[in-house]
C-alpha cells in the first residue's frame, strides 16, 4: 500500500530548513515563537471541533517548542533577572498547556496566548533594523524629555535568550 504525500508538506519542510539554516540566532527564537504560537491556535481549534489527537499532537508540539526551544535557549549567567523571569514564565505556561490539554480547557489556551504574544511581538521588534534600544517607544517620543532618555541597553542577544 502506497502512502499518498502531499507536495505541499514536502515543500513547506524544505522551506522551512532553508529558513532554520540562513536564520540568524534572534530569528530563530522569533520561529521559534511562531511555531509555538500556531500549535497553540491550532489545538485551540482541534479542542473545539474535540479533535482529541489532533489536540494532543498539537499541543505536545508547543510545550516541546517552549521547553526543548525558547526555555533551553535561556541564558542565565547573560540574561540575569530577566532570563530567570521568563524561564519561570515559560514554565508556567508550559503547565498550563499540560493543564488545557488534560482537562480541554481553552481558555488556559488563550491565557497562555495572551501571556506570550506580547514577548513574541517585542522580539520582533528589537529584530527591526530601525530598532534603537536609546530610543523611547514611538508613542513616548514626544513625553520624553532628553534628560529622562534610558540608559544604553546591550545588544539584543543579551536579553535573556543566547
Not at 502512502?3 to 508538506?9: A, G, S
Not at 540574561?79 to 490539554?101: K, P, T, V
Not at 520624553?144 to 539584543?156: C, F, G, I, Q, W
Request: negative net charge; hydrophobic residues 35%; contains cysteine.
Amino acid at each position: 500500500m502506497s502512502v499518498k504525500r502531499n507536495p505541499y508538506d514536502a515543500y513547506s519542510k524544505s522551506t522551512l530548513e532553508s529558513d532554520v539554516n540562513q536564520a540568524s540566532p534572534h530569528k530563530l527564537i522569533l520561529m521559534l515563537f511562531d511555531g509555538m504560537l500556531s500549535a497553540i491556535k491550532q489545538a485551540h481549534t482541534h479542542m473545539e471541533a474535540k479533535r482529541i489527537p489532533e489536540k494532543g499532537s498539537a499541543l505536545s508540539k508547543a510545550v516541546a517548542i517552549l521547553e526543548e526551544g525558547l526555555r533551553a535557549s535561556l541564558n542565565k549567567e547573560i540574561g540575569g533577572q530577566l532570563a530567570e523571569d521568563l524561564d519561570a514564565l515559560y514554565e508556567y505556561c508550559s503547565n498550563r498547556l499540560i493543564e488545557a490539554n488534560l482537562n480541554n480547557k481553552p481558555e488556559l489556551l488563550n491565557e497562555v496566548v495572551k501571556l506570550l504574544e506580547p514577548l513574541r511581538d517585542a522580539w520582533e521588534t528589537i529584530g527591526q533594523p530601525s530598532y534603537s534600544p536609546d530610543a523611547p517607544p514611538p508613542e513616548a517620543k514626544a513625553a520624553v524629555a532628553d534628560e529622562s532618555t534610558p540608559a544604553k541597553r546591550d545588544a539584543p542577544s543579551s536579553y535573556g535568550h543566547v
